[in-house]
């Protein structure tokens, strides 16, 4: 999944014009602490340095004590990160600016069986606090 993480995101920073400064937080869910390192090696292969305001949704709800390298469900890690530690900072004014790109797998039984590969997928979420 991270070569989908970083082919969504390089494209959005493309698309977009900005760059990852613009973001007080790029996340990503769930590619855990192997899965972000590669992302992190990737980008730079590409030209793009995520820096202390990038990171992971699995790799967040899981330390590093307890041996879940991986992470966890994509959609589960995503789900809790984003609706409550990044909604709560975004409420709080802490968070102007959310970058949030959630990864998956399209998993099916035939092309596992098959032996096809799995693809990776990931979208590209930009979140901003609007103040009145």
Known sequence: ???????????????????PDDYDLILTGDLGKLGSEILLD?????????KENYNDCGHMMFNNNQKTYQGGSGAGC?????????????????FKRVLFAPTGALLSTTSSQQGETIPGICHAIELRRVDD
């Open 78 to 94: 995503s789900a809790v990160i984003l609706n409550s530690y990044v909604v709560k900072k975004m409420d709080e004014g802490k």
């Open 1 to 19: 999944m991270a070569p989908a993480a970083m082919s969504t995101l390089v494209a959005h920073f493309r698309d977009t014009r900005t760059t």
């Open 42 to 50: 990737l980008m730079e292969h590409e030209g793009v340095k995520l």
